[in-house]
């Protein structure tokens, strides 16, 4: 730790045997993973300091272990930390990110593993479900080319929506004050797999949830953990699953109690953002043109539009071509085709475009801290126009209504 002694810093020598307190070198590999140095916590993970450089090997063995990845600090954490008695990281833990907003990590629900145990044997798991590692879509990537789908494929993509909606209409029902996010990771598991389907973010590069879910300032890739929703936070749910061989993605964002004016105009704009971009879906059209639709939409409401992440092909693959930028003046290639299949879901803030990760490597959160909103469905491109394949199937078209976002 280090203490304030007239404005100059006076750092004790990491090395537990070496009284020195004048330690002026930092570990290289702190500095490079960019551990900011908290001040006051006995515990604090930011940079060791060393007087010299025989402290510093001398210590190594032990000090490296700070440099393992967030994920494997989490994990030990957890099991040092049973859930059911401790929820919150340790703010010694907040020395690892550089937070944008008010959320912090706490601790997660149960691991992928867990999850994949107990998995019925009945149940088709994409190449991922094991190794983490999505072999078949890392191979598509070298083709560039965008599948047309037959009649057969597109009804099987079809059913995994349908089921799909259902599942999100589940977690949606479950999102309320108090409900922790792992509780509707767990609502989200439970609800796919008995409709005979995989959820497919679970174990998806390593992924440890079967949703995603993203809240406040997240922008997309939250990560389900025991934080318990509050009255005022908006809370993005993505549900994607697998089932007989094709995956289904989609998502909405929900207000958690009651909502302030600006979090009502964001959540809206992202709607209308998503209704402009459907809108365009037609063959013929350039997927580079659906970002200028959306922008448009955004900019008039006082929003901007994300550029890190945008939608996708989907089908038999869970990610493959085309992309489908959500901002104007974007270098996506290719024009829609009757049978093309692909996702539309613009992530839309309150501030700046633009994002950073946490170092989980997954949740995406705004720079300046500010609220993102996100909707979700999957169109296919049909000969006149297109259909949406996650829809409700009582709700044929997209309709903004206030009384059902607030789930009157």
């Given at each position: 730790?280090?203490?304030?002694?007239?404005?100059?810093?006076?750092?004790?020598?990491?090395?537990?045997?070496?009284?020195?307190?004048?330690?002026?070198?930092?570990?290289?590999?702190?500095?490079?993973?960019?551990?900011?140095?908290?001040?006051?916590?006995?515990?604090?993970?930011?940079?060791?300091?060393?007087?010299?450089?025989?402290?510093?090997?001398?210590?190594?063995?032990?000090?490296?272990?700070?440099?393992?990845?967030?994920?494997?600090?989490?994990?030990?954490?957890?099991?040092?930390?049973?859930?059911?008695?401790?929820?919150?990281?340790?703010?010694?833990?907040?020395?690892?990110?550089?937070?944008?907003?008010?959320?912090?990590?706490?601790?997660?629900?149960?691991?992928?593993?867990?999850?994949?145990?107990?998995?019925?044997?009945?149940?088709?798991?994409?190449?991922?479900?094991?190794?983490?590692?999505?072999?078949?879509?890392?191979?598509?990537?070298?083709?560039?080319?965008?599948?047309?789908?037959?009649?057969?494929?597109?009804?099987?993509?079809?059913?995994?929506?349908?089921?799909?909606?259902?599942?999100?209409?589940e977690c949606g029902r479950a999102a309320r004050v108090g409900v922790t996010t792992a509780e509707i990771d767990r609502v989200c598991y439970e609800a796919t797999v008995e409709r005979g389907a995989y959820p497919s973010p679970l174990n998806y590069y390593n992924f440890p949830c079967s949703v995603c879910t993203s809240v406040n300032e997240v922008v997309c890739h939250g990560i389900p953990d025991m934080r318990?929703?509050?009255?005022?936070?908006?809370?993005?749910?993505?549900?994607?699953?697998?089932?007989?061989?094709?995956?289904?993605?989609?998502?909405?964002?929900?207000?958690?109690?009651?909502?302030?004016?600006?979090?009502?105009?964001?959540?809206?704009?992202?709607?209308?953002?998503?209704?402009?971009?459907?809108?365009?879906?037609?063959?013929?059209?350039?997927?580079?043109?659906?970002?200028?639709?959306?922008?448009?939409?955004?900019?008039?409401?006082?929003?901007?539009?994300?550029?890190?992440?945008?939608?996708?092909?989907?089908?038999?693959?869970?990610?493959?071509?085309?992309?489908?930028?959500?901002?104007?003046?974007?270098?996506?290639?290719?024009?829609?085709?009757?049978?093309?299949?692909?996702?539309?879901?613009?992530?839309?803030?309150?501030?700046?475009?633009?994002?950073?990760?946490?170092?989980?490597?997954?949740?995406?959160?705004?720079?300046?801290?500010?609220?993102?909103?996100?909707?979700?469905?999957?169109?296919?491109?049909?000969?006149d126009g297109y259909e949406i394949l996650t829809m409700r199937q009582n709700e044929p078209t997209m309709l903004w209504d206030l009384k059902k976002q607030l789930r009157l």
């Amino acid at each position: 730790m280090a203490a304030i002694d007239n404005g100059r810093h006076i750092r004790r020598c990491t090395t537990p045997a070496c009284p020195s307190t004048g330690a002026t070198m930092a570990c290289p590999s702190c500095v490079k993973l960019k551990q900011r140095e908290p001040l006051g916590f006995e515990d604090s993970p930011g940079v060791d300091f060393y007087c010299t450089q025989e402290c510093f090997k001398s210590h190594w063995a032990e000090h490296k272990k700070k440099h393992r990845p967030w994920g494997a600090l989490i994990d030990e954490w957890e099991k040092a930390h049973p859930v059911a008695l401790e929820k919150r990281m340790p703010e010694a833990f907040n020395g690892y990110g550089d937070w944008t907003g008010s959320l912090r990590p706490f601790a997660r629900g149960p691991a992928a593993r867990a999850r994949l145990e107990s998995l019925p044997s009945s149940i088709a798991r994409p190449d991922y479900w094991k190794t983490g590692q999505p072999v078949s879509e890392q191979q598509e990537k070298r083709t560039h080319g965008i599948k047309v789908y037959s009649e057969r494929e597109i009804g099987l993509i079809r059913e995994a929506c349908r089921v799909g909606r259902e599942v999100l209409d589940e977690c949606g029902r479950a999102a309320r004050v108090g409900v922790t996010t792992a509780e509707i990771d767990r609502v989200c598991y439970e609800a796919t797999v008995e409709r005979g389907a995989y959820p497919s973010p679970l174990n998806y590069y390593n992924f440890p949830c079967s949703v995603c879910t993203s809240v406040n300032e997240v922008v997309c890739h939250g990560i389900p953990d025991m934080r318990e929703l509050e009255d005022g936070d908006i809370l993005n749910i993505d549900v994607s699953v697998f089932k007989d061989g094709v995956h289904g993605d989609l998502n909405e964002t929900y207000f958690i109690g009651t909502p302030d004016i600006d979090s009502l105009r964001l959540v809206k704009t992202a709607f209308e953002c998503l209704e402009a971009g459907a809108a365009i879906i037609k063959p013929g059209t350039w997927y580079r043109d659906v970002g200028a639709a959306i922008s448009r939409v955004a900019r008039a409401n006082a929003c901007s539009v994300v550029r890190t992440y945008c939608g996708h092909g989907i089908g038999d693959l869970f990610h493959t071509a085309p992309n489908v930028p959500h901002y104007a003046k974007n270098k996506a290639t290719g024009i829609m085709k009757p049978g093309h299949v692909f996702t539309i879901e613009p992530m839309i803030n309150l501030g700046t475009y633009r994002d950073r990760t946490w170092p989980d490597q997954w949740t995406a959160v705004t720079v300046d801290g500010k609220r993102s909103a996100q909707f979700e469905h999957t169109f296919l491109v049909t000969e006149d126009g297109y259909e949406i394949l996650t829809m409700r199937q009582n709700e044929p078209t997209m309709l903004w209504d206030l009384k059902k976002q607030l789930r009157l």
